[in-house]
């Protein structure tokens, strides 16, 4: 069962804006602890790439493809992750996926389809 699921994804023009969530899937029980939080995303042809990621505490890094544009963020609380993407480019077009890494081992979800076109 997937412990958690990426949202957010879909058709975008160039510039727009888009924001991605990862949350547990519904009916799943957190039972352990959650570290580093992640986004990777990967292109069709491509290998999957790392994107940003977020240490429990909030510190952010970034690819420099992204930077100044992407921002991610996290809710403890809630155990959710978001990615507010703007000045969005035909070149970020990639299926985005989080991976959750816990006490337990790193979970990934399905992905999320973005595509930026016009």
């Known amino acids: 069962q997937d412990q958690f699921v990426e949202s957010g994804g879909g058709l975008v023009q160039p510039g727009g804006s888009r924001r991605l969530a990862c949350v547990a899937t519904r009916g799943t029980r957190i039972t352990y602890n959650i570290y580093t939080m992640y986004w990777y995303r990967q292109a069709p042809g491509k290998a999957r790439e790392l994107v940003a990621e977020?240490?429990?505490?909030?510190?952010?890094s970034y690819v420099d493809s992204v930077k100044g544009r992407f921002t991610i963020s996290r809710d403890n609380a809630n155990n959710k992750m978001y990615l507010q993407m703007n000045s969005l480019k035909p070149e970020d077009t990639a299926t985005y996926f989080c991976k959750v890494q816990t006490t337990v081992g790193p979970f990934w979800g399905q992905g999320t389809q973005v595509t930026v076109s016009s």
């Open positions: 977020i240490t429990r505490s909030g510190s952010a």
